[in-house]
Protein backbone atom coordinates (compact mmCIF):
# COMPACT_ATOMS: atom_id res chain seq x y z
CA UNK A 1 0.00 0.00 0.00
CA UNK A 2 1.53 3.41 -1.17
CA UNK A 3 0.12 6.17 0.80
CA UNK A 4 1.41 8.38 -2.19
CA UNK A 5 -0.77 11.56 -1.25
CA UNK A 6 2.14 11.84 1.73
CA UNK A 7 4.86 12.59 -1.19
CA UNK A 8 2.40 14.33 -3.60
CA UNK A 9 -0.92 16.06 -2.49
CA UNK A 10 -1.42 18.18 -5.60
CA UNK A 11 -1.98 15.13 -7.65
CA UNK A 12 -5.90 14.78 -7.82
CA UNK A 13 -6.43 12.34 -11.01
CA UNK A 14 -4.45 8.86 -11.07
CA UNK A 15 -4.70 5.62 -11.73
CA UNK A 16 -5.12 2.66 -9.55
CA UNK A 17 -5.11 -1.15 -9.24
CA UNK A 18 -7.53 -2.96 -6.63
CA UNK A 19 -5.84 -5.06 -3.80
CA UNK A 20 -8.27 -5.74 -1.16
CA UNK A 21 -11.96 -5.34 -1.14
CA UNK A 22 -14.02 -5.13 2.41
CA UNK A 23 -17.08 -4.73 2.58
CA UNK A 24 -18.19 -2.13 0.62
CA UNK A 25 -14.59 -0.72 0.62
CA UNK A 26 -11.31 -1.13 -1.98
CA UNK A 27 -8.17 -0.82 -1.34
CA UNK A 28 -5.76 0.29 -4.08
CA UNK A 29 -2.29 -0.23 -4.88
CA UNK A 30 -1.51 3.48 -4.25
CA UNK A 31 -3.90 6.31 -3.42
CA UNK A 32 -3.62 9.83 -3.30
CA UNK A 33 -6.75 10.14 -1.44
CA UNK A 34 -6.29 12.07 2.10
CA UNK A 35 -8.05 9.32 4.83
CA UNK A 36 -8.92 11.29 7.02
CA UNK A 37 -7.04 12.21 10.26
CA UNK A 38 -5.38 14.49 12.40
CA UNK A 39 -9.03 16.63 12.87
CA UNK A 40 -9.08 17.11 9.37
CA UNK A 41 -12.00 15.02 7.41
CA UNK A 42 -11.24 12.54 4.42
CA UNK A 43 -11.42 13.71 0.58
CA UNK A 44 -14.07 12.27 -1.69
CA UNK A 45 -14.51 11.94 -5.10
CA UNK A 46 -14.73 9.25 -7.77
CA UNK A 47 -13.61 6.14 -9.36
CA UNK A 48 -14.40 5.24 -12.85
CA UNK A 49 -13.75 2.64 -15.76
CA UNK A 50 -15.42 1.46 -19.30
CA UNK A 51 -18.39 0.40 -17.10
CA UNK A 52 -19.25 3.57 -15.12
CA UNK A 53 -17.87 5.82 -12.66
CA UNK A 54 -18.73 4.94 -8.75
CA UNK A 55 -18.80 7.90 -5.99
CA UNK A 56 -15.76 7.47 -3.40
CA UNK A 57 -17.90 8.61 -0.24
CA UNK A 58 -15.76 7.86 2.57
CA UNK A 59 -11.84 7.08 2.76
CA UNK A 60 -10.26 5.68 5.88
CA UNK A 61 -7.14 4.42 7.18
CA UNK A 62 -6.86 0.68 9.51
CA UNK A 63 -3.73 -0.96 10.42
CA UNK A 64 -1.97 1.16 7.98
CA UNK A 65 -3.92 0.17 4.44
CA UNK A 66 -6.23 3.29 3.13
CA UNK A 67 -10.03 1.57 2.48
CA UNK A 68 -12.53 3.80 0.22
CA UNK A 69 -15.86 3.03 0.45
CA UNK A 70 -18.07 2.92 -2.45
CA UNK A 71 -21.68 3.59 -3.56
CA UNK A 72 -21.85 0.58 -5.28
CA UNK A 73 -19.04 -2.26 -4.88
CA UNK A 74 -21.23 -4.82 -7.33
CA UNK A 75 -19.11 -6.20 -10.30
CA UNK A 76 -15.51 -5.10 -8.45
CA UNK A 77 -12.68 -7.51 -8.71
CA UNK A 78 -8.88 -7.70 -6.93
CA UNK A 79 -6.50 -6.70 -9.76
CA UNK A 80 -9.28 -4.43 -11.53
CA UNK A 81 -7.63 -1.06 -12.66
CA UNK A 82 -9.59 2.55 -12.48
CA UNK A 83 -8.96 6.08 -12.95
CA UNK A 84 -9.46 8.01 -9.83
CA UNK A 85 -10.42 11.12 -9.36
CA UNK A 86 -10.25 13.50 -6.58
CA UNK A 87 -12.85 16.10 -5.49
CA UNK A 88 -10.75 19.09 -6.02
CA UNK A 89 -13.09 21.83 -4.61
CA UNK A 90 -13.81 19.90 -1.44
CA UNK A 91 -9.61 18.98 -1.53
CA UNK A 92 -8.79 22.52 -1.72
CA UNK A 93 -10.82 23.82 0.84
CA UNK A 94 -9.43 21.93 3.40
CA UNK A 95 -5.74 21.97 2.34
CA UNK A 96 -6.85 25.63 2.64
CA UNK A 97 -7.82 25.55 5.90
CA UNK A 98 -5.66 23.27 7.17
CA UNK A 99 -2.67 25.49 6.26
CA UNK A 100 -4.37 28.44 7.58
CA UNK A 101 -4.24 26.58 11.30
CA UNK A 102 -0.29 26.58 10.65
CA UNK A 103 0.45 29.91 10.31
CA UNK A 104 -2.39 31.16 12.59
CA UNK A 105 -1.03 28.76 15.75
CA UNK A 106 2.56 30.13 14.81
CA UNK A 107 1.47 33.69 14.88
CA UNK A 108 -0.18 33.41 18.16
CA UNK A 109 1.91 31.31 19.65
CA UNK A 110 4.99 33.54 18.52
CA UNK A 111 3.16 36.87 19.32
CA UNK A 112 1.07 35.42 22.92
CA UNK A 113 3.04 32.15 23.94
CA UNK A 114 -0.46 30.71 23.39
CA UNK A 115 -0.83 26.92 22.10
CA UNK A 116 -2.86 25.41 20.08
CA UNK A 117 -4.82 22.66 21.89
CA UNK A 118 -6.26 21.58 18.90
CA UNK A 119 -7.90 22.33 15.31
CA UNK A 120 -10.84 20.98 13.33
CA UNK A 121 -11.60 21.28 9.60
CA UNK A 122 -14.63 19.73 7.99
CA UNK A 123 -16.68 21.30 4.94
CA UNK A 124 -18.46 24.21 7.30
CA UNK A 125 -14.93 25.85 8.22
CA UNK A 126 -11.88 25.54 10.30
CA UNK A 127 -11.39 26.22 14.49
CA UNK A 128 -8.73 26.45 16.52
CA UNK A 129 -8.81 25.48 20.10
CA UNK A 130 -5.84 27.60 22.10
CA UNK A 131 -4.54 26.57 25.78
CA UNK A 132 -6.25 30.00 26.60
CA UNK A 133 -8.50 32.87 26.06
CA UNK A 134 -7.46 35.25 22.97
CA UNK A 135 -8.41 39.02 23.32
CA UNK A 136 -10.79 40.95 21.15
CA UNK A 137 -7.86 43.81 19.58
CA UNK A 138 -5.53 40.98 18.87
CA UNK A 139 -7.64 39.20 15.93
CA UNK A 140 -6.57 42.44 13.45
CA UNK A 141 -2.95 42.16 14.56
CA UNK A 142 -3.20 38.51 14.08
CA UNK A 143 -5.20 39.11 10.85
CA UNK A 144 -2.13 41.45 9.71
CA UNK A 145 0.74 38.98 10.13
CA UNK A 146 -1.61 36.48 8.59
CA UNK A 147 -1.64 39.00 5.39
CA UNK A 148 2.42 39.76 5.87
CA UNK A 149 2.86 35.71 5.82
CA UNK A 150 0.20 35.65 2.38
CA UNK A 151 2.64 38.37 1.12
CA UNK A 152 5.79 36.57 1.84
CA UNK A 153 4.79 33.52 -0.15
CA UNK A 154 6.64 31.04 1.68
CA UNK A 155 7.15 27.81 0.15
CA UNK A 156 5.15 24.83 1.92
CA UNK A 157 6.21 21.37 1.91
CA UNK A 158 6.55 17.93 3.24
CA UNK A 159 9.76 16.14 4.57
CA UNK A 160 9.47 12.78 4.89
CA UNK A 161 11.39 10.27 7.52
CA UNK A 162 10.46 6.81 7.77
CA UNK A 163 6.98 6.77 9.56
CA UNK A 164 7.57 11.03 10.41
CA UNK A 165 6.37 13.47 8.04
CA UNK A 166 7.27 17.05 8.75
CA UNK A 167 4.92 19.95 7.14
CA UNK A 168 7.62 23.31 6.78
CA UNK A 169 7.06 26.38 6.01
CA UNK A 170 9.45 29.23 4.86
CA UNK A 171 11.89 29.79 2.15
CA UNK A 172 14.22 27.49 3.73
CA UNK A 173 13.09 23.74 5.99
CA UNK A 174 11.49 25.81 8.91
CA UNK A 175 12.20 29.22 8.56
CA UNK A 176 8.62 30.17 9.71
CA UNK A 177 7.72 26.99 10.77
CA UNK A 178 7.85 23.49 10.74
CA UNK A 179 5.80 20.86 12.77
CA UNK A 180 4.97 16.76 12.47
CA UNK A 181 1.66 16.79 10.52
CA UNK A 182 -0.35 14.04 7.88
CA UNK A 183 -2.79 15.90 6.61
CA UNK A 184 -2.61 17.73 2.97
CA UNK A 185 -1.26 21.63 2.67
CA UNK A 186 -1.29 24.27 -0.06
CA UNK A 187 2.25 24.55 -2.00
CA UNK A 188 2.81 28.29 -1.40
CA UNK A 189 1.31 30.50 1.50
CA UNK A 190 -0.06 33.07 -1.21
CA UNK A 191 -2.47 30.99 -1.83
CA UNK A 192 -4.25 31.89 1.49
CA UNK A 193 -5.58 34.87 0.23
CA UNK A 194 -8.79 33.97 0.37
CA UNK A 195 -8.74 33.07 4.62
CA UNK A 196 -11.05 34.71 6.45
CA UNK A 197 -10.81 34.96 10.29
CA UNK A 198 -14.45 35.19 11.38
CA UNK A 199 -13.85 35.97 14.92
CA UNK A 200 -14.04 34.08 18.62
CA UNK A 201 -16.65 30.12 18.87
CA UNK A 202 -18.50 30.05 21.96
CA UNK A 203 -15.35 31.06 24.02
CA UNK A 204 -12.61 33.26 23.61
CA UNK A 205 -10.50 30.32 23.45
CA UNK A 206 -11.65 29.31 20.16
CA UNK A 207 -10.96 31.25 16.83
CA UNK A 208 -13.15 30.42 13.95
CA UNK A 209 -12.18 31.03 10.23
CA UNK A 210 -13.40 30.31 6.97
CA UNK A 211 -12.34 30.57 3.14
CA UNK A 212 -14.34 32.29 0.60
CA UNK A 213 -15.93 30.00 -1.81
CA UNK A 214 -17.07 26.58 -2.62
CA UNK A 215 -18.32 24.91 1.09
CA UNK A 216 -18.42 26.61 4.27
CA UNK A 217 -20.76 29.25 3.73
CA UNK A 218 -23.70 28.87 6.73
CA UNK A 219 -25.77 30.66 4.37
CA UNK A 220 -25.87 27.57 2.14
CA UNK A 221 -26.57 24.92 5.01
CA UNK A 222 -29.53 27.76 5.52
CA UNK A 223 -31.42 27.27 2.84
CA UNK A 224 -31.63 23.29 3.38
CA UNK A 225 -33.70 24.32 6.34
CA UNK A 226 -36.55 26.43 4.21
CA UNK A 227 -36.43 22.86 2.13
CA UNK A 228 -36.98 21.31 5.59
CA UNK A 229 -39.89 23.65 6.69
CA UNK A 230 -41.61 22.80 3.15
CA UNK A 231 -41.58 19.14 3.90
CA UNK A 232 -42.24 19.51 7.34
CA UNK A 233 -45.33 21.97 6.56
CA UNK A 234 -47.62 19.31 8.62
CA UNK A 235 -45.75 19.29 11.83
CA UNK A 236 -46.60 21.98 13.33
CA UNK A 237 -43.85 22.18 16.63
CA UNK A 238 -40.86 20.82 14.62
CA UNK A 239 -41.74 23.30 11.54
CA UNK A 240 -42.26 26.58 14.16
CA UNK A 241 -38.53 25.99 15.82
CA UNK A 242 -37.17 25.74 12.44
CA UNK A 243 -39.12 28.96 11.06
CA UNK A 244 -37.57 30.53 14.04
CA UNK A 245 -33.89 29.58 13.20
CA UNK A 246 -34.19 31.02 10.38
CA UNK A 247 -36.23 33.86 11.28
CA UNK A 248 -33.22 34.51 13.55
CA UNK A 249 -31.44 34.06 10.64
CA UNK A 250 -32.75 36.55 8.25
CA UNK A 251 -32.66 39.12 10.99
CA UNK A 252 -29.22 38.58 11.68
CA UNK A 253 -28.42 38.59 8.18
CA UNK A 254 -30.22 41.97 7.87
CA UNK A 255 -28.03 43.40 10.25
CA UNK A 256 -24.96 42.09 9.19
CA UNK A 257 -26.01 43.91 5.75
CA UNK A 258 -26.02 46.87 7.52
CA UNK A 259 -23.19 46.52 9.36
CA UNK A 260 -21.21 45.94 6.28
CA UNK A 261 -23.07 48.99 4.84
CA UNK A 262 -21.88 50.79 7.77
CA UNK A 263 -18.15 49.32 7.71
CA UNK A 264 -17.83 50.47 3.67
CA UNK A 265 -18.86 53.69 4.23
CA UNK A 266 -16.78 54.11 7.37
CA UNK A 267 -13.37 52.85 5.04
CA UNK A 268 -14.74 55.28 1.86
CA UNK A 269 -14.75 57.81 4.90
CA UNK A 270 -11.48 57.48 5.89
CA UNK A 271 -12.25 55.14 8.75
CA UNK A 272 -9.56 53.19 9.88
CA UNK A 273 -10.27 50.07 11.88
CA UNK A 274 -13.20 47.56 10.81
CA UNK A 275 -13.44 45.26 14.36
CA UNK A 276 -16.61 44.00 12.95
CA UNK A 277 -15.27 42.14 10.55
CA UNK A 278 -14.02 40.05 13.60
CA UNK A 279 -17.32 39.73 15.27
CA UNK A 280 -18.83 36.71 14.80
CA UNK A 281 -21.42 38.32 13.68
CA UNK A 282 -19.38 38.53 10.29
CA UNK A 283 -20.07 34.83 9.29
CA UNK A 284 -23.46 35.61 8.30
CA UNK A 285 -22.78 37.85 5.67
CA UNK A 286 -23.51 37.13 2.49
CA UNK A 287 -20.41 35.66 -0.06
CA UNK A 288 -20.87 38.72 -1.60
CA UNK A 289 -20.46 41.43 1.12
CA UNK A 290 -17.80 39.80 3.04
CA UNK A 291 -15.89 39.44 -0.73
CA UNK A 292 -15.97 43.37 -0.99
CA UNK A 293 -15.05 43.77 2.64
CA UNK A 294 -11.71 41.39 2.92
CA UNK A 295 -10.81 43.27 -0.28
CA UNK A 296 -11.25 46.64 1.64
CA UNK A 297 -9.53 45.55 4.71
CA UNK A 298 -6.66 43.74 3.23
CA UNK A 299 -6.29 47.04 1.34
CA UNK A 300 -5.65 48.85 4.62
CA UNK A 301 -3.33 46.38 5.86
ZN1 LIG B 1 -0.75 20.10 8.70
Redesign the pocket.
Known amino acids: MQKAYLRDYSVTDFESTVVEIRGNAISLNKTFFYPGG?H?VNDTGFIFDDKGARKVTRVFEENGMVYHEVDSINGINIGDKFECRIDKARRKYLSSL??A??VISRIVFDKYKINTIRSEFDVNGGSIVFSSPLQLEWIDSITCDFDAVIKREYEIYNCIAGDIVT?SIGDNRGDFSE?D?????LKNTSQLDNIFIIGFGRKNNILLYDVFGNYGSIKESLKDYYKIVNLLGQKKDVSTKISHIVNQYNSLERETQEMCKSAINAQLLGGKKIYEFSGYKAAFASLSDQESIAKIYKKNH
Open positions: GQHTQHVDCCGTH
